[in-house]
């Protein structure tokens, strides 16, 4: 079964580090996303990018956020300045063409922040 | 109002019995409907998608979507303690941006 990859799975930053979170999408999947969830808390829309551009950003993805293909295989987020409520799960998406593919997540990366 | 509501349980049931999970959304744009499973600090796991009224089955599983109520719910039948998870309903207008409910989690016991 194809699998979303994350790496690493836990990274902890002093506060206003920079921060790069990696992930490789399935090789044949077009529509990449970024979704966060702070624990106990839903999981929440970032940013979406298809065609190596941002489609569509949440109102979390301030300038601090970025986003990049840099190859073919990965996709990463990057957080600039990291602040103590960055603190969060941060989860890699991938889907295919058309309505009959859902998104399939990668494991997660646990960032802390302290 | 929020866009996907789900109770968040826990909902504790015996080895064996029929799970049965709720969710209602607000906004009729959202067309696609999916329920993912998460086990504890891990990703979202699909379980079933679908884009119309009516039942699907798969396995175990079967969804079930409303949309004149808005309402949709997963049925898990014989459901064993590996069942023991949290049930995310989801919910999108275009396959862009997936909405979350908050998640109901299912502890099935021995």
């Known amino acids: 079964e194809p699998e979303v990859t994350q790496t690493p799975s836990h990274q902890v930053t002093q506060m206003g580090q920079e921060v790069i979170l990696r992930c490789v999408p399935i090789?044949?999947?077009?529509?990449f996303y970024w979704y966060r969830q702070i624990l106990g808390q839903k999981v929440e829309f970032l940013v979406s990018?298809?065609?190596?551009?941002?489609?569509?950003k949440s109102e979390i993805f301030d300038d601090q956020f970025s986003v990049e293909r840099p190859d073919g295989s990965n996709f990463t987020l990057k957080i600039r300045s990291t602040k103590l409520e960055d603190s969060a799960m941060y989860f890699c998406?991938?889907?295919?063409?058309?309505?009959?593919?859902?998104?399939?997540f990668g494991s997660g990366t646990r960032l802390t922040v302290v | 109002q929020k866009e996907v509501e789900q109770d968040p349980g826990p909902l504790s049931v015996p080895e064996g019995a029929i799970v049965s999970l709720n969710c209602t959304y607000s906004?009729?744009?959202?067309?696609?409907f999916m329920w993912y499973r998460q086990y504890s600090r891990k990703g979202p796991e699909l379980l079933m998608y679908?884009?119309?009224?009516g039942n699907k089955e798969d396995g175990r599983f079967t969804a079930q979507v409303d949309k004149s109520s808005k309402y949709i719910s997963l049925f898990i039948r014989d459901s064993q303690p590996s069942d023991s998870a949290t049930y995310l309903c989801?919910?999108?207008?275009?396959?862009?941006?997936?909405?979350f409910g908050a998640g109901t989690q299912v502890v099935v016991t021995p």
């Open positions: 998406a991938s889907r295919g063409q058309g309505a009959g593919y859902g998104y399939t």
């Open positions: 090789s044949n999947h077009l529509y």
């Open positions: 990018f298809y065609n190596n551009e941002i489609s569509e």
């Open positions: 906004n009729s744009a959202f067309q696609y």
């Open positions: 679908t884009y119309s009224s």
């Open positions: 989801v919910t999108t207008d275009s396959w862009g941006k997936l909405q």
